[in-house]
């Protein structure tokens, strides 16, 4: 039987600026990779627990475990300056401004097994709420494109999704349960994604 491992990550406590969707994001897709039909055993890390350190830690080990499929869901602030693109964590400031997406690529491309498949799914920047007042203005709230800089020349195998376009910005859908991203994404893995014949309305699993 395939062994299937996520690594799944929401953060709203961040201090001064929080988000407030980005916790209930991680549980529900947490509990949607777990259904039987998907079969991911799943690592939770939520706001207060999503340090520099310990969100390091715990990807350093996930992608040293032997699996067939990874998957790594963020949902937060992202944060990019001429340091490169990183995840905001909650511990973040002007000098360490959370986990690289550099470091991820190179533990995507040189530590997780050749022939696993990685899927990595990013719902960041959220532009709807203010920025962590512990980053400096020098920065920007990461795009797409921001993100490809860092992802640049991924193995075969390795598939990234983030939540926008190069020109726009990730938000919290005001009307809507999770984030905008997040709440097409799981739409899609209950049901409404279209299968190979374009006909919507069946589960389809990750395979």
Same mark, same amino acid.
């Given at each position: &039987?395939? #062994? ?14 929080? $988000?407030? #969707?980005?916790? #209930?994001?991680?549980? =529900? ?5 777990? $259904?039987? *039909? ?8 939520? =706001?207060? *627990?999503?340090?520099?350190?310990? %969100?390091? *830690?715990?990807?350093?080990? %996930? ?5 067939? %499929? ?12 001429? &340091? ?6 909650? =511990?973040?400031? *002007?000098?360490?401004q ?23 799914? $990013? ?14 203005d ?7 494109? =921001?993100v490809? #800089? ?23 859908g ?9 709440? %097409?994404? $799981? ?21």
């Amino acid at each position: &039987m395939p #062994k299937r491992f996520a690594l799944v990550v929401g953060v709203d406590a961040y201090p001064g600026n929080p $988000l407030t #969707k980005c916790v #209930k994001d991680a549980r =529900d897709v947490s509990a949607t990779l777990q $259904l039987q *039909e998907y079969g991911f055993q799943v690592t939770e890390l939520l =706001d207060e *627990e999503v340090t520099r350190r310990r %969100f390091a *830690e715990y990807v350093n080990i %996930f992608f040293r475990e032997e699996a067939d %499929f990874y998957v790594l869901y963020f949902s937060g602030h992202g944060w990019s300056t001429d &340091m490169g693109v990183h995840l905001v964590t909650v =511990d973040a400031d *002007e000098i360490d401004q959370g986990t690289s997406l550099d470091s991820i690529r190179n533990l995507i491309t040189n530590v997780a097994p050749q022939g696993a498949s990685v899927l990595l799914m $990013l719902d960041c920047c959220h532009s709807g709420a203010a920025l962590p007042s512990s980053l400096p203005d020098s920065g920007i709230r990461v795009r797409s494109d =921001d993100v490809l #800089k860092s992802m640049v020349y991924l193995p075969e195998g390795r598939v990234l999704i983030a939540a926008c376009r190069g020109d726009e910005v990730a938000f919290e859908g005001p009307d809507l349960e999770h984030s905008v991203f997040t709440e %097409f994404l $799981l739409s899609g893995l209950l049901g409404e994604a279209a299968d190979i014949n374009g006909e919507s309305g069946v589960f389809t699993s990750l395979r």
